[in-house]
Nanobody, 113 residues
Framework: VQLVESGGGSVQAGGSLRISCVAS???????MGWFRRLPGQEREGVASIRPGATTTACASSVRGRFSISRDNAKNTLYLQINSLKSEDTALYYCTTGPSEYNYWGQGTQVTVS
C-alpha cells in the first residue's frame, strides 16, 4: 500500500486549504485517517473516515473547521481545512489499514502565518 499526500503549502491565518492523499496497492477500501505532527510534538489524530464514507470523526480541537471525505472511485482521501490558525501549522499525514493504521504517507506540510 502506498499513500501520497499533496496540497500542503503556506497559508495566511483565516484561510482555507484542501489536502489530498492518493492511495494505491490495495483492493478493498479501508478505514482512513489524517494525523498531524506539530513542531516539537508527538503525532496526533485529526480525523477518520470509514470505507463507506458514511461515518467520520474529527478531533475536538479541529471540529467545525476540518472536514474529512473520500472518493473511493479515485482512491483519494481529502481533508478540507477552514479558518486556519497558526497552531494548525504541522506536517499532515494520511494513513490506512485493514484494522489498525498500518500504512502511512510521507506527509504534506501546512504552514499558517
Amino acid at each position: 500500500v502506498q499513500l501520497v499526500e499533496s496540497g500542503g503549502g503556506s497559508v495566511q491565518a483565516g484561510g482555507s486549504l484542501r489536502i489530498s492523499c492518493v492511495a494505491s496497492g490495495y483492493t478493498l477500501p479501508m478505514n482512513m485517517g489524517w494525523f498531524r505532527r506539530l513542531p516539537g510534538q508527538e503525532r496526533e489524530g485529526v480525523a477518520s473516515i470509514r470505507p463507506g464514507a458514511t461515518t467520520t470523526a474529527c478531533a475536538s480541537s479541529v471540529r467545525g473547521r476540518f472536514s474529512i471525505s473520500r472518493d473511493n472511485a479515485k482512491n483519494t482521501l481529502y481533508l478540507q481545512i477552514n479558518s486556519l490558525k497558526s497552531e494548525d501549522t504541522a506536517l499532515y499525514y494520511c494513513t490506512t489499514g485493514p484494522s489498525e493504521y498500518n500504512y502511512w504517507g510521507q506527509g504534506t506540510q501546512v504552514t499558517v502565518s
